[in-house]
């Protein structure tokens, strides 16, 4: 992190994060169950994710491939052996009452990710990333909802066994801007990689770890080293239950803000894991937060320990967005925000590519960051809801480079069409008459504007040029909009001229 200077007596904020990214596999991390979890409840389920006794579990390849993947990603050290654990607690949750997750020999360790923050970079330290296993999911029926006043709870263990990446970064964030401008580029890397799926409900759950230490307790003049002794003589709160870059923004601003407060009014900041109440707003007290040692690691026996090495020299990953954003500009001649735009996805960027190819990377830009997504993100959608129409998009922009229609016809009629009532473009155009009209008729059009308008013909020829302009309308509309402007302007004046 770059440094930062402070006024005397200010707080600063410490922020570190657990992200848990559900990894996209089609079986659970440790049995053959499908992890689709829109399924009726407890209907994927096998003796293994219900903790049978007796049960065995078998790792799921395909879970550490993908783990593999993002610790190359994030640079991380992959060890040669990698090893389960198993952490005990006892909650309806989870049937086995321990988890079985990784502890001091995880699959990545000492990764990082850089982030731009208001046009500056950043690198965020990633301590580790391990693989677990996803706890099953509660519903508290009646009462006011929440578990104290539920009339009962239900258990649906169609989640128990999905893979999880549980990323942990070191406390380098001051801002929970900078959290959210971290999460999304995790996001959009974890989607580059293929592995994970953020349309998926509760794909990417956050726990933040947010304290306030006085700036003059800090030995360093550089606040990004906050200092052991600093850090362990806070007193931090441990935010649960985010589900979202924008959820995080906002948790950790209320946290920020009711610990500072604390402070300023010479109150204590209790220790405590408090729960984001995303419909509310705000954060609540649920427990004193439970320390390491109550988990009672120990190793997982059942599973022997894993060898990795090799995976790493096996295992290739795509080009990344923070590269891909980079070749944009230097290949395409973009704008650094026209980049980060066309690169927001993987899916995004392939048909970027694929029209710039085809066509020209400017008229690409402009139909693919500006009227694709600009129209999409109107209605609410993502590129992914047009997954099976990208074709009619990219003939619809053949469409104007070959000038068979307008620009503007094409934007403002047939792609909000196409959008809208499911018409493919060559049909719009066809219904609507929106092709260019012959030369013959434009020409047509041109010796009627002159003939009707002997006003505005005189006009022009005692030298006011600006009475073209009438005349050019004149045939817009003769030709109901069809022709261009341009050529319309041109015609006119080699007629004048005659
Ligand atoms: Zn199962
Ligand atoms: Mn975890």
């Not at 409840?41 to 993002?70: D, M, Q, S, T």
């Not at 129209?375 to 068979?404: C, F, H, P, Q, W």
């Not at 030709?479 to 041109?490: C, I, K, L, M, R």
């Amino acid at each position: 992190m770059t440094a930062q200077t402070v006024q005397q007596g200010d707080l600063v904020t410490v922020i570190g994060l657990e992200v848990h990214v559900q990894l996209e596999t089609d079986t659970k991390i440790f049995c053959g169950c499908s992890t689709d979890q829109t399924d009726e409840p407890n209907e994927n389920v096998c003796p293994v994710c219900l903790g049978l006794p007796g049960a065995l579990p078998v790792l799921n390849e395909g879970a550490v491939e993908a783990a593999v993947k993002i610790g190359k990603a994030i640079d991380a050290d992959i060890p040669e052996e990698t090893r389960f654990h198993r952490k005990n607690y006892y909650y309806p949750d989870l049937p086995k009452n321990f988890q079985i997750t990784q502890y001091d020999e995880p699959i990545c360790a000492d990764g990082d990710l850089e982030i731009s923050v208001e046009g500056e970079r950043r690198t965020v330290t990633i301590e580790r990333a391990h693989l677990e296993e996803d706890p099953g999911s509660l519903q508290h029926v009646g009462g006011g909802g929440g578990i104290d006043s539920a009339d009962y709870t239900l258990v649906n263990y169609n989640r128990a066994g999905t893979p999880l990446m549980e990323v942990v970064t070191a406390p380098d964030f001051r801002s929970p801007g900078e959290v959210r401008a971290f999460l999304a580029e995790l996001e959009e890397v974890l989607e580059y990689l293929g592995v994970f799926d953020a349309e998926r409900d509760g794909s990417l759950r956050i726990d933040a770890n947010l304290s306030i230490i006085p700036e003059d307790e800090i030995e360093s003049d550089d606040v990004t080293e906050i200092g052991e002794e600093a850090l362990a003589a806070a007193n931090r709160t441990e935010v649960k239950n985010i589900s979202s870059h924008k959820g995080a923004e906002k948790a950790l601003a209320y946290e920020e803000t009711r610990q500072k407060n604390a402070i300023q009014r010479g109150r204590a900041v209790e220790q405590e894991t408090r729960h984001w109440d995303e419909s509310r707003g705000i954060t609540v007290s649920m427990r004193s937060k439970e320390e390491e040692k109550d988990y009672r690691y120990f190793e997982e026996a059942d599973l022997p320990p894993l060898r990795v090495s090799h995976w790493k020299d096996e295992i290739s990953i795509p080009e990344l967005p923070s590269a891909r954003r980079e070749r944009f500009q230097d290949e395409y001649s973009l704008s650094e925000e026209a980049a980060s735009k066309l690169t927001s996805t993987k899916q995004v960027a392939d048909f970027y590519e694929d029209i710039a190819s085809e066509f020209d990377p400017d008229l690409a830009a402009t139909w693919v960051a500006d009227n694709l997504l600009g129209e999409l993100n109107y209605r609410d959608m993502e590129i992914t809801g047009i997954e099976s129409r990208l074709d009619e998009v990219t003939r619809l922009v053949e469409l104007v480079a070959t000038d068979e229609i307008t620009a503007k016809n094409a934007r403002e009629t047939v792609l909000r069409s196409m959008l809208d009532d499911g018409r493919t473009p060559d049909e719009v155009v066809a219904e609507e008459g929106l092709g260019k009209t012959g030369e013959d008729e434009v020409q047509q059009a041109v010796v009627e504007a002159i003939d009707e308008n002997p006003d505005a013909v005189a006009d022009y020829e005692s030298g006011d040029d600006g009475a073209i302009n009438f005349l050019v309308g004149q045939v817009m509309q003769k030709t109901g909009g069809s022709a261009d402007p341009g050529d319309v302007n041109q015609l006119l004046r080699a007629e004048l001229e005659d």
